[in-house]
């Protein structure tokens, strides 16, 4: 098991930037590809990024390409989104997820077997 918690969430205006983080725990975090999702009311969840589980590939959704950056932190098992420009289309529930030896391929929910309780993400106009 791998238990994830996102963290950093919050209300900003449009064009202010935001830092999420995800702390896990369990097993070793090293072996696992994460990604961060996000859930606008009313629309489905949808993928933001992926780091691989050796960290060196990562691939953004086209819509947060060039204004988000994930990274992680395998001494400190933690996984982070900088969010930069921020738009009020950006408002979600933020999600951070674990796929055992994921790559940047992972982009759909069910390539994930772990995932975070979420962190809310407003960004007003």
């Known amino acids: 098991q791998v238990q994830l918690?996102?963290?950093g969430g919050g209300l900003v205006q449009a064009g202010a930037s935001l830092r999420l983080s995800c702390a896990a725990s369990g097993r070793t975090f090293s072996n696992y590809g994460m990604?961060?999702?996000r859930q606008a009311p009313g629309?489905?969840?949808e993928f933001v990024a992926v780091i691989n589980w050796i960290g060196g590939s990562k691939y953004y959704a086209d819509s947060v390409k060039?204004?988000?950056t994930i990274s992680?932190?395998?001494?400190k098992n933690g996984l982070y989104l900088q969010m930069d420009?921020?738009?009020?289309e950006d408002t979600a529930i933020?999600?951070?997820a674990a796929a055992y030896r994921g790559t940047t391929f992972f982009r759909t929910e069910r390539d994930y077997d772990y995932w975070g309780q979420g962190?809310?993400?407003?960004?007003?106009?």
């Open 94 to 96: 933020y999600y951070c």
């Open 119 to 125: 962190t809310q993400v407003t960004v007003s106009s």
């Open 35 to 37: 990604g961060w999702f």
């Open 72 to 75: 992680r932190d395998n001494a």
């Open 66 to 68: 060039g204004r988000f």
């Open 5 to 7: 918690v996102e963290s």
């Open 43 to 45: 629309k489905e969840r």
């Open 85 to 88: 420009s921020l738009k009020p």
